[in-house]
C-alpha cells in the first residue's frame, strides 16, 4: 500500500502566510506613539498571541508525510512542508525490512497524531524508535496505515 497526505497538506503554506501576516498586521497596527501620559493598552496583544500560537502550532505540526509498503521493505518519510521546495529540512527517512517490524503504535491527540514505529536492530540491544508527525494525515489513511502495519505485525508473528 502506498500513500501520502499532498492533498491534505496543500493549503498548509497559504495558510501559514496569511497567520503571519495577520500577525505583523496586528502587531504594527498595536505600536502607538503617543505624546500624552495613556497607558499601553495591553488587549491589542491578544490577536498577536492567539496569530503567534497559530503560526508556531503550524509550523511544528506542518509535516507532509509518505507510506509504502510495496516490496519486501517498508518506507516512511516525512518533510517540512514551509520551505520544502527549496531545500530538505526537517527530514526524517526510514527504510526497513519488514521482518524487522516489532511493533507500532499510533497516538491520537486532539490536535496532533503521531505514530511510534519499533524496529528490531542488530546493532542495539532492543528496538529502535521511530515517531512520526501524521496530524495531516486524513482518517481514511490513518485506518489505511494501521491495517497495514497490523497485516506486517500479523505476518512477523506467524514466522517467528
Given amino acids: 500500500m502506498r500513500f501520502n497526505n499532498k492533498?491534505?497538506?496543500?493549503?498548509?503554506?497559504?495558510?501559514?502566510?496569511?497567520?503571519v501576516a495577520v500577525f505583523i498586521t496586528n502587531a504594527f497596527a498595536s505600536v502607538e506613539i503617543k505624546y500624552d501620559d495613556v497607558p499601553f493598552n495591553y488587549?491589542?496583544?491578544i490577536p498577536n498571541v492567539i496569530a503567534l500560537a497559530i503560526a508556531v502550532y503550524i509550523f511544528t505540526v506542518g509535516k507532509s508525510f509518505e507510506f509504502d509498503s510495496d516490496g519486501e521493505t517498508i518506507n516512511f518519510k516525512s518533510?517540512?512542508?514551509?520551505?520544502?521546495?527549496?531545500?530538505?529540512?526537517?527530514?526524517?527517512?526510514?527504510?526497513?525490512p519488514k521482518a524487522k517490524l516489532q511493533n507500532f503504535k499510533i497516538e491520537n491527540y486532539i490536535l496532533y497524531k503521531r505514530l511510534h514505529v519499533f524496529i528490531h536492530s542488530r546493532n542495539k540491544r532492543g528496538?529502535?524508535?521511530?515517531?512520526?508527525?501524521?496530524?495531516?494525515?486524513?482518517?481514511?489513511?490513518?485506518?489505511?496505515?494501521?491495517i497495514s502495519l497490523a497485516k506486517v505485525m500479523e505476518k512477523n508473528k506467524a514466522k517467528a
Fill in 43 to 45: 488587549s491589542s496583544l
Fill in 7 to 19: 492533498k491534505e497538506t496543500s493549503i498548509v503554506p497559504s495558510i501559514y502566510i496569511i497567520v
Fill in 127 to 146: 528496538y529502535r524508535h521511530y515517531k512520526y508527525n501524521i496530524t495531516f494525515l486524513s482518517r481514511k489513511k490513518t485506518k489505511a496505515l494501521r
Fill in 79 to 96: 518533510n517540512g512542508l514551509l520551505i520544502s521546495k527549496f531545500m530538505r529540512y526537517r527530514e526524517q527517512r526510514t527504510e526497513v
